[in-house]
């Protein structure tokens, strides 16, 4: 098996010497590559070769990436989710801050007075301007609660915040994660009227595109101060910019400046700076490493973002690897190509995710050597097959 691996960025020593001393080439001018590590690259029109069985983003936004064109060629698509979730937690901790206490507004503000003869003066008659509210005892409402969102909640109770979170789909393993103290939310309504502070932490989807605008701004209390270190489309800018005029919002800290945005009264506009630690940048390029690594010498798959999770240890010389769509009758005929050819089965695992699906079959090769490529190419649904041998 080839062992090349395509970089579209500059990605952390770490990762790569996970995956060089493994004997993998990594680079960005490898030919016919198996899978490509990615950060912020744009791929959308990136050529895939044949050889690309999958994609691994350093990070967990996959808006870069092509997924719909990944899923017709059969390329798992892999990201790092919550490898980041300490920087931009701290970062998110620093928003709070900067949007109660106009931090900001008053070190530029000392910028303007450095040469005024009575300068300790006229800061201790300045500063009264740039008063604001303590966090303790506030309203902290957290949208999203994945490894990022809990890791903020939990961070803000430390700070004697009120927390209420909100996410129909937690998860059970960041229901584990979550304190105790955090008080479930049963809709967006009660997130929006109840709360001083607000910090988004959701994907960017169709469902979630805008989703702070006009009609949920009007549900807010006037004054509250909104965060965004998630995706730049969660929050419509003419919306946002309006009820900042108004007092409706008092600030609006974002890790994603748009045109418009940027030097506007009562925006902090931050150049997505998220994730952008030295630790963060191993961690994320470490587990995308690894996810690559159990996939293309084991077929595992974990934190796929269009493939479901698979993992089953490998006790044969031989796993064939079957992506196929998810429609009635593929496991019997799968199974029955497998027996067909007097393979006995020892293991075999199957799970779906929408409309496609990924399938683990484990076999003893012994003396027979079979092309499974040519075996599967029969069966209408298969997308794509692998075979790892030992």
């Not at 395509?6 to 960005?28: A, M, P, Q, W």
């Not at 008659?125 to 506030?138: D, M, R, V, Y």
């Not at 994660?177 to 309504?189: Q, T």
């Not at 077929?299 to 240890?313: H, L, M, Q, Y």
Request: aromatic share 6%.
């Amino acid at each position: 098996m080839s062992k090349n691996i395509l970089t579209l960025n500059n990605i952390s020593k770490s990762g790569l010497c996970h995956l060089e001393k493994r004997g993998y080439v990594c680079g960005d001018a490898v030919n016919e590559p198996d899978a490509v590590l990615v950060r912020s690259a744009n791929m959308h029109e990136f050529s895939f070769s044949d050889s690309v069985k999958a994609v691994a983003r350093a990070g967990a936004g996959v808006n870069n990436i092509p997924i719909d064109l990944c899923n017709e060629k059969g390329i798992v698509v892999f990201n790092t989710p919550g490898a980041n979730s300490n920087a931009v937690k701290e970062l998110v901790l620093a928003g709070l801050l900067l949007s109660s206490r106009k931090i900001v507004d008053s070190i530029e503000w000392v910028k303007t007075v450095k040469d005024e003869p009575e300068l300790p003066k006229l800061i201790e008659k300045g500063k009264s301007s740039f008063a604001g509210p303590e966090l303790q005892g506030k309203t902290l409402g957290v949208i999203g609660l994945g490894a990022i969102g809990v890791n903020v909640a939990n961070a803000a109770r430390h700070l004697r915040m009120e927390v209420l979170g909100y996410d129909p789909f937690l998860s059970v393993e960041s229901a584990w994660h979550l304190s105790r103290s955090i008080k479930h939310a049963e809709s967006l309504k009660e997130i929006f009227s109840s709360c001083d502070y607000i910090t988004v932490h959701v994907p960017l989807l169709d469902s979630t595109k805008n989703m702070i605008n006009k009609d949920s701004l009007s549900m807010m209390k006037d004054g509250v101060r909104i965060m965004n270190f998630a995706r730049g489309g969660l929050v419509d800018d003419e919306d946002m910019l309006e009820a900042l005029e108004s007092g409706k919002v008092s600030s609006y800290v974002t890790d994603f400046p748009s045109a418009k945005l940027i030097d506007q009264k009562g925006v902090i506009a931050i150049p997505h700076l998220g994730a952008s630690t030295p630790e963060s940048e191993e961690n994320c390029a470490v587990c995308a490493a690894d996810e690559l690594v159990d996939f293309l010498e084991n077929g595992n798959i974990r934190n796929s973002v269009n493939f479901p999770n698979v993992s089953t240890a490998r006790e044969t010389d031989c796993r064939l690897c079957i992506i196929h769509k998810n429609i009635p009758n593929m496991i019997a005929k799968i199974s029955s190509a497998v027996s067909g050819e007097g393979y006995n089965i020892e293991n075999l695992l199957n799970k779906a995710k929408k409309d496609l699906a990924y399938t683990i079959v484990d076999i003893s090769l012994g003396e027979k050597d079979t092309d499974f490529e040519k075996l599967f190419d029969g069966i209408d649904g298969v997308i794509r097959v692998r075979v790892i041998k030992d």
